[in-house]
């Protein structure tokens, strides 16, 4: 890796599911993706650095922006496109310009994991309140989930989606640790969650302590 920065989020989304892509375009502020394309999520230290990811990888591919956060501490970048190899062209692009291998990434982490059962009214409202996704019912199973690093909370949730009849409620995929809040019924909460462990459990990378014990 370059001296002084830390890949710290780096993953491949094949096929982005749609919900996850009306998320996406809810909440960016650049070029809004479309379900069915291939999504490449970067998140690098410190923040500053993720100009030059944006920089290597739109001069050697025709991908597009969705999303740029930099944060003091953490830099994360989305980019879409139909073309799937262009996606992993990016890919190549970042790991080609600071030197390192996918293998350099941190190893996500899941910090979290909380079902709750039959949600009362008044909890669906102060959920309701600050989701940008859609709505909890009362009555309904709320799943809560919060991985390390954050931008590991985009390939969760798109999982999550491919495997189960869930609502989306709300992503974080910026800042120190990614949260993602999911509705549905027990049954298909519960296979979410399944999905969740088994996509984060398969990405290799750097041992990650995290900042918290589990």
Do not use: C
């Not at 982005?16 to 970067?42: C, K």
């Not at 992503?171 to 296979?191: K, M, T």
């Not at 984060?200 to 041992?207: A, F, M, N, T, Y």
């Amino acid at each position: 890796m370059a001296q002084g920065v830390e890949l710290r989020t780096y993953t491949i989304i094949d096929t982005l599911q749609p919900q996850v892509a009306s998320f996406i375009a809810t909440v960016a502020r650049g070029f809004l993706p479309l379900e069915g394309q291939a999504a490449l999520l970067v998140e690098v230290a410190p923040g500053m650095s993720i100009n030059v990811v944006t920089d290597a990888i739109l001069k050697r591919t025709a991908v597009i922006p969705g999303m740029q956060i930099v944060e003091r501490a953490f830099g994360m970048l989305e980019v879409h496109s139909d073309d799937q190899g262009q996606v992993r062209e990016a890919g190549d692009a970042v790991l080609e310009h600071y030197g390192a291998t996918a293998a350099d990434r941190l190893k996500p982490r899941i910090m979290t994991s909380q079902a709750i059962t039959g949600i009362e009214g008044y909890h669906t409202m102060l959920i309701n309140r600050m989701r940008h996704g859609d709505m909890i019912l009362q009555g309904q199973t709320l799943l809560t989930v919060e991985v390390h690093p954050a931008g590991y909370a985009l390939i969760a949730a798109n999982e999550a989606e491919k495997a189960a009849n869930i609502k989306i409620l709300e992503i974080v995929i910026s800042g120190a640790f990614g949260r993602l809040w999911l509705g549905g019924d027990e049954e298909n909460i519960a296979q979410a969650a399944k999905a969740i462990e088994t996509v984060l459990s398969s990405i290799d990378g750097r041992e990650n302590k995290g900042d918290r014990a589990v």
